[in-house]
């Protein structure tokens, strides 16, 4: 016989918050959904080891399923589906709605490059007759996680004669790997003593290519001559062309499911292509938009989205006043009346390092698509910074398509921070509201997420662009 309700109990039903484990939420039909969408993710991840590699496989996604390259110009109706290659290295999606820009436009905003080991302008070199190639590190990493794992070299030679070569050794089966190489125990008594932040410097992450002499030759550096006839005969470049090259080494390592029960996925570069293959594939199964749907996958987030193919590059401003010149719009006005998602991963609550987290405030792993109304530092500096209305905006349309969220901070305030896209966005006079998925193990060479909440972002880019 079921207890009475008491009017404290319902009180408490009315009034209180009770977060519950998305497992617990979500309908058991829409499982196989899950499952499937993330086995397409991990292959979008496997795909993309860089930005370059993200972007050429997008538009191959996106040329699939009737999207065409917009020229400017370009007659454009309700239904339409055009992109837009920013040099290769970020690209704009956009899905033409039934209202005219002077409505706005819904945006799903995330970056596609990781941090990595970048070569440097002159890389190779022999010592003791072992050939490296020296790197300088991009975006935020622990050093000391780069040793003693299998790597890939992967990126592009641009020559003199204006060829570009694509470069990708070590991602096929039996394809040689590199390796930076760590101290041995035996003689690591002073190194272990150091800061984890200073046992490995950053002019020691040189990579081993190579030990064998090129045959039949008496001169200097025959290891390295070695390295560069190899390279030579398999891509065509020299060593002079590492001047024009952009060649980065990331970890050898392909997606793959994470526990016993495989209810999570590991992987490098999940920050943030998780959001940036959210943010493509709720585009790509968005039905019946009124407002026109954009898709932004911007590149150099993780240096503070500099350059020309980051989000402070006038190049997203060039589209979409491009798509607003189509019907004779001000870009001003479409912005004013737009809203935008920026979709970036947050901090995974991890009960090993719980002294970092502010447990009330942290997002949990399977409790769904985080929401971050500020982010940055310290005294939120850095920070967008949402207003009330729009988390209550994107409240409403979660509720109302059945995603399962939560709201979470990067950690404990004054502990460290972090910034994403999304103030680059709001500074364009578009409302914008930070969120993505929980990760654990941010910026690792091997990072983890949760099956559920992967689904769940797509599942809510998907309903904001249908709002």
Known sequence: MEKEKTLADQKREQLC??????????????????????????????????????????IRLAEARGFQPYVRGMALKA????????????????????????AGVNIGAAHI???????????????????????????????????????????????????????????????????????????????????????????????????????????????????????????????????SAELSMVPAYRAVDIGLDRSMIGAYGQDDRVCGYAS????????????????????????????????KSRAFDTFVSDLCDSQGVDLKVCYEHSFCLSADVTAAYDPNYADVYEKRNSALLNYGMGFCKYTGS?????????????????????????????MAELGKTDQGGG??????????????????VPVLSMHAPFEVTGKLDCYMTYKGMKAVYEA
């Open 280 to 311: 493509l594939a709720g585009l790509f199964d968005a039905k019946n938009l009124r407002r026109t749907g954009i898709c932004m996958l911007a590149d150099k987030e993780e240096i503070g989205s500099e350059g020309v193919s980051g989000m």
């Open 79 to 102: 239904g339409d589906k055009v992109y837009r290659s920013n040099r290769g290295k970020s690209i704009m999606l956009a899905v033409i709605g039934t209202e005219p820009l002077s």
């Open 17 to 58: 918050s009770k977060p519950k484990n998305g497992y617990d939420r979500m309908p058991k039909e829409e499982q196989a959904a899950l499952d499937a969408y993330c086995e397409e993710y991990k292959k979008f991840l496997d795909n993309g080891m860089t930005e370059r590699e993200c972007v050429a496989y997008t």
């Open 419 to 436: 910034g994403t896209v999304a103030v680059y966005l709001a500074e364009r006079n578009i409302d914008t509201l930070d969120a993505g």
């Open 113 to 243: 490059d990781s941090p990595r080991l970048d070569l440097k302008p002159n890389p190779l070199y022999e010592e003791n007759e072992l050939a490296f190639l020296k790197t300088h590190y991009y975006g935020g990493i622990k050093k000391y996680q780069w040793v003693a794992i299998p790597l890939e070299l992967h990126g592009v030679v641009a020559l003199k004669d204006g060829r570009v070569i694509d470069v990708c050794l070590g991602r096929e089966p039996g394809e040689q790997q590199l390796v930076i190489t760590d101290l041995l125990p035996h003689l690591a008594q002073d190194q272990v003593k150091k800061p984890l932040g200073t046992a490995i410097p950053a002019e020691n992450l040189n990579v081993l290519v190579g030990s064998r002499p090129f045959a039949d030759d008496e001169g200097s550096e025959r290891v390295k001559l070695q390295v560069l006839d190899l390279l030579y005969e398999k891509y065509g470049f020299t060593e002079e062309d590492f001047l």
């Open 378 to 406: 310290r005294g939120k500096s850095g920070a967008s910074d949402a207003s009330a209305e729009v988390v209550a905006y994107t409240r409403r349309i979660m509720d109302e398509a059945g995603v399962i969220w939560q």
